[in-house]
């Protein structure tokens, strides 16, 4: 691993930033539910349902963060830095080393009567890798130089993931009604964003369905309204529809010009399902006279594994969008089991259907039907009371029709090896 990657674990690890986050939380019995680090900053349910945004995930995930207490003030951060060797094999494969990750501070106060309000940052360490981002068969979309289109290329996330605020108002036990608005933040689409699912997040490989299910993770500009009774949520945004462009290090701008509902149901403590529409302007800076309508459903079902902590979590997801008047599908299938506390092993599978594979300046191309399976495993050691050492590796085949054997042979593989410094 090269040398630069080393440099930047050990930085982090001994940085003395992260010792007001590691005092241990007070207790809060005799405060207000929402000043209850354990307790939503939207709504009276258990923080372990709140994912990237406004998503839901299972109420009964395990919830990452080191607490502390600062006058009215509940503080939590977390942080996942990956340092990674990447190997895509193959015509149009490529290798590369680069670090992905964030860094995410959360911090929430009660409000006068039993009303919230919460303030979120999350960082990406992704731009220095570089604009064309790293090597990964079969995955499309933005672009490295404003000109030609990333393909087999997984582009970097900016430096600024969410800058997000919300202000919730609290109108009974089981109901509430709440603001978000983020410059970026994430919009009321999809399933939580992949490396926040805890059916993937151990893993350091993007999913080729990214763009079908999650990408507006990081939108510019974006206001949220919701309403909540107990396991259910009705939510709907207004955001700026343009994804982000190659300049990873700014704040970008823009009209509020696109929409986004989404209705989310938590059954059980065990199971968490949404289902999602959006009407998207200009999405593609190639494209910008073409919009986008978007739809999306998923479950996610998470439970305790073991006597150890360990636990079992899968995500079904299936997206779809419109491109070039076309309706294109995604479906993924991720799923991950900690089955002891030093060992975590995931895999997804997933089958998407895209017309960007060999297109020519930006403009769409044949729609082919590729897939995709992925299997690894991390092992953890404990560094502190905070932070954790993992080593880790996965294997990935690669599936795509006769018509694309000659560009990318027949299901070329690839595989990643990476060391990560975890903070929880």
Same mark, same amino acid.
């Given at each position: ?47 372990? /349902? ?12 395990? &919830? ?6 600062? $006058?009215?003030?509940?503080?939590? =951060? &977390? ?8 190997? +895509?094999?193959?015509?149009? $494969?490529? +290798?590369?080393? =680069? ?9 929430? /106060? ?7 309000? +919460?303030?979120?940052?999350? #960082? ?5 890798? *570089? ?9 499309? $979309? ?14 970097? &996330? ?27 933040? %994430? ?9 926040? /699912? ?21 939108? !510019? ?17 207004? =955001? ?5 462009? @190659?300049?990873?290090?700014?704040? %970008? ?19 968490? #399902? +949404?289902?999602?529409?959006? @009407? ?53 299938? @991720? ?14 599978? %997933?089958?998407? @259907? ?7 300046? $930006? ?12 299997? *690894? ?37 690839? *595989?990643?090896? !990476? ?6």
């Amino acid at each position: 691993m090269p040398r630069t990657l080393m440099s930047l674990f050990l930085a982090v690890a001994s940085a003395g930033l992260l010792a007001p986050f590691v005092a241990r939380a007070q207790d809060a019995k005799a405060a207000p539910a929402s000043s209850d680090p354990m307790v939503s900053a939207l709504g009276y349910y258990p923080m372990t /349902r709140d994912a990237s945004g406004t998503a839901w995930q299972p109420d009964s995930s395990e &919830h990452a963060g080191v607490h502390s207490r600062h $006058g009215e003030w509940t503080v939590m =951060f &977390h942080g996942l830095l990956n340092g990674v060797y990447d190997r +895509q094999n193959g015509p149009r $494969g490529d +290798q590369g080393a =680069f670090v992905s990750g964030m860094l995410m501070v959360m911090a929430k /106060r009660p409000l006068e009567g039993s009303d919230a309000l +919460q303030f979120r940052a999350m #960082l990406s360490p992704d731009p220095p890798m *570089g604009k064309r981002g790293y090597p990964l068969l079969l995955a499309s $979309g933005e672009t490295a130089d404003g000109v030609t289109p990333l393909v087999d290329r997984q582009h970097p &996330h900016d430096l600024f993931m969410e800058l997000s605020a919300s202000y919730s108002k609290r109108l009974s036990d089981k109901d509430s009604l709440y603001v978000y608005a983020g410059l970026p933040g %994430e919009t009321a689409f999809g399933p939580p964003a992949f490396m926040h /699912r805890m059916s993937i997040l151990d893993s350091p490989e993007a999913p080729i369905s990214h763009h079908w299910l999650d990408s507006g993770h990081i939108t !510019f500009g974006v206001v949220t309204a919701g309403y909540i009774h107990d396991a259910w949520k009705i939510e709907a945004s207004r =955001f700026h529809g343009r994804e982000p462009d @190659e300049n990873r290090y700014n704040i %970008e701008t823009g009209s509020l010009d696109s929409t986004a509902v989404r209705l989310a149901w938590n059954p059980t403590d065990a199971l968490s #399902l +949404q289902a999602s529409w959006a @009407e998207v302007k200009s999405p593609e800076q190639l494209e910008p006279t073409e919009d986008q309508t978007k739809w999306s459903a998923s479950a996610i079902y998470t439970v305790p594994f073991g006597d150890d902590g360990g636990w079992w979590s899968t995500t079904l997801a299936w997206g779809r969008r419109t491109s070039g008047g076309n309706e294109l599908d995604a479906l993924a299938l @991720e799923s991950a089991l900690k089955p002891a506390e030093a060992w975590t092993v995931f895999a997804r599978a %997933e089958r998407t @259907e895209n017309n960007e594979l060999t297109s020519v300046g $930006g403009h769409a191309g044949p729609i082919y039907s590729v897939g995709k399976i992925s299997l *690894g495993a991390i092992h953890d050691w404990q560094a502190s009371d905070h932070t954790k050492i993992g080593l880790g590796g996965l294997v990935s085949v690669n599936q795509v029709p006769s018509a694309l054997t000659a560009a990318y042979g027949r299901s070329p593989t690839g *595989g990643m090896l !990476f060391i990560r410094l975890k903070v929880d």
